[in-house]
């Protein structure tokens, strides 16, 4: 889009983008206020006053940071510049991002809880709904600024709304921001009812969990100004470490809950042999398969093909495998269950191995899923889908299930 979408409210000019913005965080901190009616007021109110604050402020600065050679460039007075022509010329202008401001306000939410003596964990129950709602109602509005654009859509049955989308040349995009919405709206659902008699902090870790495994491959789908570093997309790092940090959250309530000496060291054992015991095989088998199946040589015209390049050739050549595999992991991970007792040190070492593996295989999709001339870039997604969901089951299977 050349200019983005308006809309006049009462003699005041806005964005359709910033108006779903207001319209989103309106109803979340309505949301918020109904949630946490039985919490101390105090409490209540300083988080929702200060997470205002913090969150935006958070969110410019994570932007910032995230573009950190733009702004080391042009310099970092610009953090409340943010009608700035220059800012405006290298499209940064209001740029904030969505991860700072969860930052933010679970930051505001534990300054609110130490003064007014509240527990941080019920105030970050009551908001982990009203998030879910605010980023389900602010998505939608990204059709107002051409973002959150996916790949080209080839077959011209798929050319409607809200599907996909058409840019100035009339090229048409699957429209992600839809997605993602509806996404989000869902998770809010399943917190609204599912989640409603979690407490403890566990209704704030299944929104985390859920948001955080499925944003990961919606912004792989992306083809718009996302944020990244090199290749790396920022929001899906975000993801994974959010992911990563409930992991070992859990796994340290796991470890005292058990108390017996040593289990940190044990488990952690355990986790590198396991980890060991899955990349060793299932390298061989990617090579086993590149040179039988595929008949390809390691080898080229006398010299061995870069080390950084063959480990994501060889995966996404060899994608039915790889996908045979993934699916293997997720079955196993969705129906291996705790048994009464909790969850055994083997089964928490073979779940936060499995997560590691995923993360491998991610990485290894982000490098060459548009680069291989084998994996169709719909089973990319697929397998990054399914990576996915083994992270959030093996997360959810630690942190939630003991």
């Given at each position: ?119 941080v964990s019920a105030l970050l129950d009551a908001l982990a709904p009203s998030a879910a709602l605010a980023i389900g109602l602010s998505r ?153 199946i595929l008949g390809r040589p390691l080898v080229e015209e006398g010299e061995t093909l870069a080390l950084s390049t063959l480990w994501y ?90």
């Amino acid at each position: 889009m050349d200019e983005y979408i308006m809309v006049n409210i009462g003699g005041l000019s806005l964005s359709l983008y910033a108006l779903s913005i207001w319209i989103g965080c309106l109803a979340g901190a309505a949301l918020f206020l109904y949630e946490s009616r039985n919490l101390r007021k105090a409490a209540v109110w300083g988080t929702l006053v200060l997470g205002t604050v913090l969150g935006l402020l958070c969110a410019r600065a994570y932007y910032m940071l995230a573009r950190f050679d733009l702004f080391n460039e042009i310099g970092w007075d610009h953090f409340f510049r943010a009608e700035d022509e220059e800012l405006k010329y290298w499209g940064a202008a209001n740029g904030a991002a969505f991860w700072g401001a969860v930052g933010g306000v679970c930051l505001a939410a534990l300054i609110a809880a130490r003064v007014s003596g509240e527990k941080v964990s019920a105030l970050l129950d009551a908001l982990a709904p009203s998030a879910a709602l605010a980023i389900g109602l602010s998505r939608f509005g990204e059709y107002g600024i051409g973002e959150g654009i996916g790949p080209d859509v080839e077959a011209e049955s798929l050319f409607f709304f809200p599907l996909a989308v058409a840019n100035k040349w009339e090229e048409w995009k699957f429209a992600v921001f839809m997605l993602e919405g509806v996404v989000a709206l869902v998770i809010f659902v399943l917190l609204m009812t599912r989640g409603r008699r979690l407490k403890d902090g566990y209704r704030a870790r299944m929104f985390l969990i859920l948001y955080s495994s499925c944003q990961i491959v919606l912004e792989a789908l992306r083809r718009d100004n996302f944020l990244r570093w090199l290749f790396v997309r920022v929001s899906q790092l975000a993801s994974a470490a959010v992911l990563a940090g409930i992991l070992v959250f859990g796994l340290i309530r796991w470890a005292r809950k058990h108390g017996t000496r040593g289990a940190g060291g044990r488990l952690t054992g355990k986790t590198l042999l396991n980890l060991v015991k899955m990349l060793v095989p299932y390298f061989a088998l990617l090579i086993l398969y590149w040179l039988v199946i595929l008949g390809r040589p390691l080898v080229e015209e006398g010299e061995t093909l870069a080390l950084s390049t063959l480990w994501y050739e060889l995966i996404t050549s060899a994608w039915p495998l790889t996908l045979l595999i993934l699916v293997g992991l997720l079955c196993a991970a969705v129906f291996r269950k705790p048994g009464k007792d909790g969850m055994t040190e083997n089964q928490a070492a073979w779940l936060t191995a499995s997560f590691f593996f995923s993360i491998v295989i991610i990485i290894a999709l982000e490098f060459g899923i548009d680069k291989s001339a084998d994996m169709p870039v719909s089973l990319g997604y697929l397998s990054e889908a399914v990576c996915c969901g083994i992270m959030g089951r093996s997360a959810w299977q630690i942190a939630m299930k003991h």
